[in-house]
Structures are given as structure tokens and as C-alpha cells.
């Protein structure tokens, strides 16, 4: 809504295409913390008992470390994400049962490190567009 607005009162479309750095040891370390970080807060999030918090932390980071190793190696998006989400989901059920609680409960949170935020804004981006500038089935394959 934001975007379409904008369009509509003249404002310029913003770019939003980020150039690969490449990999480097301290940027792929707090990307690794981070994801961590980010499994462990959507655990706090969804409420889950504490029991959960770390081992979701945990399983969401072994899910990025994967995603990203498979990256290094070059396979493709796709396949990476499907690799690092099975990986996810294997290591939930045993973990979330021996810890007293349903797989699910592990599960969202330890798959939050695998969305790929500037992959879905940049879908959705182009889904907003005018249909002259970027067709609609163009945006709705990005998306999926």
C-alpha cells in the first residue's frame, strides 16, 4: 500500500537490488549468530516454554549453517532451501519430543533463519508494479 501511494504522489521507485559482497569469515559468523538469534526470539515470540528456547536456536542455526554452506558449494537457491529446510524438519521431531513438546513448536521458530526477507519484499515489490513496467506473472514467479 505503502509503495502504490508513493507511485501515486510521484515519488521514484526505489532500487532494491543488493550486490553480493561475496563470503567472508566475520560477515558469515554474525550471519550465523544472528540466525541463532533469530530462532531463539521467535521461540520467545510464539510463547513457547523455555525448555524450547535453546534447542530451537540451536536447530535453526544448524538449518543457516546448511543453507549457506550448500550457497558456498554453488547450488542454487531452491535446492539449498529445500536441503536446509528437510534438515530443519529432521532435526525437530526427535529434539521437540525428547524435550516434552510438539515438533511444531520447534519447527516455525528453527525455520525463521531460512526466509529470505529481501527475496519476498523484492516478489512483492514486483508484484505492486505497474503493469507496464514488470508483468504480473513476472512478480507471482518470484514470489514462488
Do not use: H, K
Not at 59 to 81: A, D, K
Amino acid at each position: 500500500l505503502g509503495l502504490r501511494v508513493g507511485m501515486l504522489i510521484g515519488l521514484s521507485p526505489i532500487e532494491i537490488v543488493v550486490e553480493s559482497g561475496g563470503v567472508e569469515a566475520l560477515s558469515t559468523i554474525i550471519s550465523l549468530i544472528a540466525a541463532s538469534i533469530v530462532a531463539a526470539c521467535g521461540s520467545i515470540g510464539n510463547q513457547a516454554a523455555r525448555r524450547i528456547i535453546v534447542p530451537a536456536a540451536g536447530v535453526g542455526l544448524i538449518g543457516f549453517f546448511v543453507l549457506t554452506g550448500l550457497g558456498v558449494i554453488g547450488l542454487g537457491t531452491i535446492i539449498t532451501s529445500l536441503i536446509a529446510a528437510t534438515v530443519v524438519g529432521f532435526l525437530c521431531r526427535p529434539i521437540a519430543l525428547w524435550r516434552g513438546a510438539p515438533a511444531i513448536v520447534m519447527l516455525i521458530p528453527a525455520i525463521f533463519p531460512l526466509l529470505q526477507g529481501l527475496s519476498i519484499f523484492s516478489a512483492v515489490y514486483e508484484i505492486v508494479q505497474p503493469q507496464d513496467a514488470v508483468p504480473l506473472s513476472a512478480g507471482l514467479s518470484s514470489l514462488f
